[in-house]
């Protein structure tokens, strides 16, 4: 880790006021992924402006939505009532991160900004039509993810809250990579008035996105038999040591007609 | 009636001793200590796989911030430090020998591995370390990598002295008898399999500190080694070229080594070396990517297999073409690991009369390939094992059937195989009759049937498994073209008061040997085991040993401990005698107390420590005082533990994931001292294998580079990858060791991968699948089935 600045203010505006201070900053959340990349030295950020103490960790009741606060751990959204009452799928998908210690760390916003097309969180941002709430707008979920580990934030743009519209039903499924653990597919289903949404991660070269044709046969019919005659199409799905495009296109049906019940 | 002590002796469960510090994190590590003075080393490591060093230019990292020394191979050779050497050798076929290129310290004019080391810079912190280590600049002409090792040969030359790449070309048997098996055989059965290469990721990765005294010129050097007396050996007679006496080595704490921290390493003989130049004591630590690249790694084998039958489905010849990958340097024991640990264990449990092997051991240009817990005997158990069942299915035979026709018979031993070894005891029908029982292998039907109902594949697999642990004895250790001897030391000291300090030539780093060794001095002397204490890894303390490694532990240090005791006891014997006014012939030693015969005349134990250490009434003009004596065992053979593990699995069709559902494990490692540290043995052992059968798998790209080389890739097993073992015993006590022990150590790791692959594999036999690689990853598994069914729907 190269050596660089560390500073914990107590709001946004000191949050931003300090980053803005900086040559090229970041904000650390969590840390989970953030700190070791500065271990590996792949990062060298001019200072780190820690926003655990802005009060960004709530979780509130919007009537139509859930609105979870940036810094709401992931173990604090698989416990909560409100979560597990209104989205159960939310709270599962945020149980079913990592371990306990990550969960303990890791923050909604810090998913949510780093991208990560393995990553959980951004399916449900996707599936369940969320608004993420930042320090200058409110960004749409389809919006919000433009390719792996990029979003439409803008540098120094903090993610205060994402808002998460109430389905009707909705279930996460995730087959995690043998060795880490993180989503080799993971597929959000969330079925509203006006249609189902299913959003795929963990597969997707781009990172996350909803699978047009499955939103399709679902919201003819929400059932997993629906399924069955769509050839679910390999390309611009990752390739690596663990999955084929192939294997990963079976993981995605497969995963749907789970999650589906 | 005198009052009877509980004694914690042999065969009694006892909770470890050791775990106390180690569960409430006490424990003293190599990265815990810290001298002062103390400075940091970090490795510069080649980033290509294979190149020329065109130039080195340190100048801007010399005056980095904090950086007191960076050195290269050129300041290595100007001090004429020797590099690493390699413990044993084999001849090959062409009445050449191994061809045993030198290994530098830090990188000379080449580099031969991705984390080949090429400069060490030393600072006062590591951060300062690895910022200047950034700004030296190496120029390197590339060369092609070598890395895929079967055809290794037709690679560039990786080493001036190692001709087409090929380290040793070794073969044992008998070629004529067993090719004639063979041709006259009524089926031969061909399989060829690949033995998965592994990395050892012990939890604690590789550290060492060093430190130079100026005024009496000596080293003490702290290190994780599983035998510092080997690493002392080594440094000072083959590396530094100084007296033994002047370099101290412990190895404290030791968090986990499988093989991997047996041999000494580049990284702690530099320590040494800068610790003197530097005039401060030098510390280095590996993360865990240093550890993925340069831990020696373990298997990566391929065997093609012929297995020839007669028209009773009895053996009557087995031919084993290997070929192995030892990566780009040979590490200490790479050559014994697929030759005479692998080759010599063919036989397996069979009475096999004529057996031929071949193995040829290369270049690449990958890391050291080393032992791993097994080490040699799981690459021959897995090809055996995959086989016997192959042909059982091949020919139409239950696999137990199949493999108890063939079985040794009880009445054999000592049995001597066609490969060397001879075993000299052994019962296999038992445990195979046992581990069935175990998992109601009668009725395993009625379970496939009902899975599938479920869409479920469930399969049944098992394996039949020799081990050949405690490496002996020396004088054909020897003649097998080892450089060391493989006996085991134990001091026994007894403190006035009757406690006793066992110092142990063994290292534990994890197994136990401070509970185990303790209850076999208990037991013996009658006395309780808090009055035992266990001193290992220093070899300021202890006699010169040769460390733990091979399953030999108890074997070979338990019995040199055992036999150090009985001395212990005869010369009390004859104390006691002096003392009770007897002849020492009178004198029985019993539940700690010396009788006299037939009387009611008797010393405690602790009274004849007294006395030899106050010897006023004491027959000083026949017996020195004191009471502390020596015993060096070599033991007059291997000793053979065995055993069925049978797996049961259930696959996943829609996603190929395979669940292991129920597991087996019946053993005979002859008596037991702590069956709870055995089991636990077993355990980790299987857990182990679970791992290296489903889950993990070092892969480098073609260009050498180590893909796998984190957690994030190199997929380790987890508790919920694994089921709940039965785990059960047979005894057959082993015939040449005082306390009738084999080893436990390795056994499940051994045993275990080709049982699970087996039963992969006998899961999707209804599809017409055959065979399946390591590890039968989901992904791997689902396109087997996949294809199975576009060659069904042809
Ligand atoms: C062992 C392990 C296993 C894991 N397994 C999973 C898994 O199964 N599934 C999964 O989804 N994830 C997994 N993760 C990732 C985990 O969910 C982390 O929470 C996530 O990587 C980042 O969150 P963080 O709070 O730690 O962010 P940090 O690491 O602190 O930050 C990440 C990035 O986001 C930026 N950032 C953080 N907060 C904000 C904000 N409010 N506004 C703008 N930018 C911000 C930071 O500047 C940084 O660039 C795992 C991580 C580890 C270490």
Redesign the pocket.
């Known amino acids: 880790m190269y050596s660089t600045k560390y500073i914990k203010p107590n709001s946004t505006s000191e949050a931003l006021e300090a980053i803005k201070s900086m040559g090229e900053g ?10 070791p990349t500065l271990k590996q030295r792949l990062a060298s950020p001019d200072g780190l402006v820690d ?1 655990s103490g802005c009060d960004l960790d709530s979780i509130s009741d919007e009537v139509d939505a859930i609105k979870i606060g ?1 810094m709401t751990k ?1 173990a604090s959204v698989g416990e909560s009532g409100l979560v597990k009452k209104a989205i159960p799928a939310l709270a599962k998908l945020a149980d079913g ?3 306990r210690q ?1 969960r303990n ?3 909604l ?3 949510v ?2 991208n ?1 097309p393995s ?3 951004p399916s449900a941002v996707l599936a369940l039509k969320a608004i993420v709430h930042t320090n200058t707008r409110s960004i749409e979920a389809d919006e919000f993810f433009t390719g792996m580990f990029e979003t439409l ?1 803008e540098e120094n743009e ?2 205060e809250a994402i808002s998460f519209s109430k389905p009707a039903k909705a279930n996460y499924v995730k087959f995690p990579n043998p060795a ?4 080799m597919v993971g597929v959000f289903v969330a079925q509203f008035n006006d249609g189902v949404r299913v959003a795929v991660t963990g597969a997707g070269e781009g990172g996350v996105f909803r699978h047009a044709e499955m939103e399709a046969a679902l919201s003819s019919n929400y059932n997993a038999d629906a399924l069955s005659a769509l050839e679910i199409s390999s390309e611009g799905l990752i390739s690596d040591l663990h999955a084929s495009p192939e294997y990963r296109a079976n993981l995605i049906k497969e995963m749907t007609k789970r999650a589906v019940v | 009636m005198n009052e009877v002590t509980k004694i914690d002796g042999i065969g009694s469960s006892v909770r470890r001793t050791e775990d106390k510090k180690f569960l409430t994190g006490k424990g003293r590590y190599t990265d815990d200590i810290n001298r002062p003075g103390q400075v940091q080393a970090y490795f510069l490591r080649s980033d290509v796989a294979h190149a020329e060093i065109k130039s080195i230019d340190t100048k801007a990292a010399q005056s980095a911030p904090g950086v007191v020394g960076v050195f290269t191979g050129a300041d290595i050779a100007v001090d004429k430090v020797g590099g690493p050497i390699c413990g044993w050798v084999v001849p090959c076929r062409d009445g050449s020998s191994t061809k045993e290129p030198p290994h530098p310290l830090l990188a000379q004019g080449k580099v031969r591995f991705v984390g080949d080391a090429v400069a060490v810079v030393v600072a006062e912190t590591m951060e300062q370390a690895k910022s200047a280590a950034e700004l030296i600049d190496v120029d390197y002409n590339e060369l092609t990598p070598v890395v895929d090792f079967v055809n290794a040969d037709k690679g560039a030359q990786i080493h001036e002295e190692v001709p087409n790449n090929c380290y040793f070309d070794w073969e044992l048997g008998d070629e004529g008898a067993t090719n004639k098996a063979i041709e006259r055989a009524a089926k031969v059965v061909k399989l060829s399999v690949r033995n998965n290469r592994l990395v050892p990721n012990a939890m604690e990765p590789r550290s060492a500190l060093a430190e130079y005294d100026s005024l009496d010129e000596s080293y003490t050097l702290h290190t994780t080694s599983q035998n510092p007396h080997l690493t002392r050996l080594v440094l000072a007679a083959f590396m530094f070229a100084i007296p033994e006496s002047k370099l101290r080595v412990i190895a404290p704490d030791v968090g986990g080594g499988f093989g991997s921290k047996i041999y000494v390493y580049i990284e702690e003989a530099v320590c040494v070396w800068a610790s003197k130049k530097i005039g401060r004591p030098v510390k280095w630590t590996a993360d865990r990517t240093q550890a993925f690249l340069t831990d020696c790694h373990g298997r990566d084998h391929v065997n093609d297999v012929q297995l020839a039958l007669d028209e009773n489905n009895k053996i009557i010849g087995l031919r084993v073409d290997t070929v192995c990958n030892l990566g780009a340097y040979l590490s200490a024991f790479s050559v014994v690991v697929p030759t005479i640990l692998h080759g010599t264990l063919l036989s397996g449990q069979y009475d096999i009369p004529a057996i031929y092997t071949n193995v040829k051991g290369m270049a690449t240009n990958t890391v050291n390939v080393d032992a791993y817990r097994g080490a040699g005997r799981p690459e021959a158990t897995y090809l055996l094992e995959r086989t016997m069942e192959t042909a059982a299915k091949e020919v139409g035979m239950d696999p137990a059937e199949f493999r108890r026709i063939n079985f040794i018979p009880k009445d054999a031993f000592p049995y001597q195989t066609q490969v060397a070894l001879q075993y000299d005891i052994g019962d296999y029908e038992p445990h195979l009759d046992k581990a069935m029982e175990m998992i109601d292998y009668s009725n395993f039907e009625k379970r496939r049937a009902e899975a599938a109902k479920r869409g479920m594949y469930r399969g049944i697999g098992m394996s039949s498994y020799i081990e050949a642990c405690g490496l002996a004895p020396s004088a054909v250790v020897g003649a097998l073209g080892g450089r060391v001897g493989q006996w085991e030391s134990a001091s026994v000291r007894v403190n006035p008061t009757g406690t006793i300090s066992v110092f142990t030539g063994s290292h534990s780093h994890g197994q136990g040997h401070a509970t185990t060794f303790a209850q076999i001095v208990a037991d013996k002397l009658g006395i309780p085991m808090e009055n035992v204490e266990v001193i290992h890894g220093d070899t300021d303390k202890t006699p010169f040993g040769m460390g733990s490694y091979g399953s030999r532990s108890l074997a070979s240090g338990g019995s040199a401990i055992s036999k150090a005791v009985d001395k212990i006891i005869n010369k009390s014997k004859k104390i006691a005698a002096h003392l009770l006014e007897a002849s020492e012939d009178d004198i029985d030693f019993k539940d700690g107390k010396f009788v006299v015969g037939g009387t009611d005349k008797e010393k405690a134990f602790g009274e004849i420590a007294l006395a030899a250490y106050v010897p006023h009434n004491y027959p000083l003009e026949t017996l020195e005082p004191g009471l502390e004596e020596n015993a060096f065992y070599d033991p007059t053979n291997f000793v053979f533990p065995s055993g069925t593990h049978i797996a049961e699995v259930e696959i996943d069709p829609a996603t190929g994931v395979v669940e292991v559902v129920d597991w087996a494990a019946c053993d005979d490692f002859g008596n037991l001292v702590n069956p709870m540290i055995v089991e636990g043995q077993v355990h980790g052992g299987i857990a182990q294998g679970i791992g290296q059968a489903l889950l993990e798998d070092a892969h480098y790209d073609e260009n050498g580079q180590l893909l796998t080389a984190s957690y994030m890739d190199y997929c380790m097993p987890r508790a919920d990858d694994l089921p709940s073992f039965k785990v059960g015993y047979t005894n057959t006590p082993c015939t040449h060791n005082d306390l009738g022990v084999k080893g436990c150590g390795e056994a499940g790791a051994i045993a275990s991968p080709p049982a699970l692959i087996n039963a992969v594999i006998d899961a999707l036999s209804p599809l017409g699948v055959t065979d399946m690689s390591m590890p039968a990853t989901p992904q791997k598994v689902w396109k087997a089935i996949q294809e199975s069914q576009s060659v069904a729907a042809e």
């Open positions: 970041k904000f650390l959340a969590g840390g989970m992924t953030l700190i926003i940036a992931h991160i990592g371990d990550v760390r890791g923050t916003g810090g998913s900004a780093n990560d990553a959980c969180y934030l903090i993610i880490s653990r993180y989503a």
